[in-house]
C-alpha cells in the first residue's frame, strides 16, 4: 500500500541527546525490514527526514508522528485565530516557536503566552520547571480553573478502551506529550511547505480516507506506539523499540490491505467533523 513506513519518536529535550528519550526513526520497508536510527537535535532529525523523503520521489511513504496534531475543539477560536483551525493552530505554533541547533527552545514561554491568550490563567497548557512557573504556567495541573477540553475525542476512545494517553496540554512528566506538538508540529510545518502537494496531512487534508495512491507520495499521521507490545528484535532501548514495532505493524497492515480501514475508522460523523478540522485522530483507532 506504501512503499515505505517511517515511524518518528520525538523529542522535547533542551540539549542534544541520544539514547533513552531522544528522538529515535523507524524505518521499514515493503518487505518488513526495519531499521532505527537515533538523533541527537531536531534539527538533525529534521535533515534526516527531508533526505529521506527527498531521495526517491517515486517512493509513496506513510510517515508516522508520536505527537499530537491538533488540540480539542475550541483551541484555534480560545486563541482568536481565523480559518480552518488546525492550519491556523500549526501557522501560528510555527511563528512563535524558536528552536535552534542545539535544542534550546522556548516553548514553556509559548505555552504560557497561549494561556495568557486563552485564559488568562496558567490552563489550560501546565507542567513546567519552577523556573518558567508564572501566573499563566504552573508546574502542576491547575484545579478549579474553567478551560478547554482535557482530551480530545481520540483521547477520550483511547480511554474508554482502559488505556491511559496524556493530554495534549500537559508539557512535562513522565509519558507527557505536549511539548513533543509544540516543537513537533513546527517540523512538520516545514515539510508541508518543502513538499507542497506531495504531502498530505491525515485527516486533516485527506478527510478520514486513504488518499488515491496519485497522491500518495507522503501521508503524515498521528501514531500511538503505546497501543502496541515493542518486542522489535535486537532493541535494547524501549524507543527503539517502539518505533521499530510501529513500523512494522504499519507495513504488515499495508501488506494485509488492513491499512485502508485504519484511514476510516468507526467514529460518528460529529466526532469526525470535529476530528478533521482541529483535533486530529490516531491511526488504528475506533471509536
Known sequence: MFDRYVVVDWSANSTPKVGRDSIWIGVCDGTGQVSTTNLATRRSAEAYLVELLTADETTTTLLGVDFSLGYPAGTAAALGLSGVPWSAMWATITQEICDDDRNGNNRFAVAASFNERMTGSPAPFWGCPPSAAGTCLATTKPRDVEALCEFRAVEA?????????????????????????????????????????????????????????????????????????????????????????TAQWLAAAGAESELEAMFSPRISREVAAVAGAEEGWVLGVSA
Open 157 to 245: 476512545a483511547l480511554r474508554g478502551t482502559g488505556c491511559r494517553p496524556f493530554s495534549s496540554w500537559q508539557l512535562l512528566g513522565a509519558g507527557a506529550v505536549g511539548s513533543q506538538s509544540l516543537v513537533g508540529i513546527p517540523m512538520l510545518e516545514r515539510l508541508r511547505t518543502r513538499f507542497g502537494d506531495r504531502l498530505d496531512v491525515w485527516p486533516f487534508t485527506t478527510g478520514f480516507l486513504l488518499p488515491p495512491r496519485a497522491r500518495r507520495a507522503i501521508v503524515v499521521a498521528e501514531v500511538w506506539p503505546s497501543m502496541l507490545d515493542a518486542v522489535a528484535a535486537g532493541e535494547s532501548i524501549r524507543d527503539a523499540a517502539q518505533v521499530a514495532t
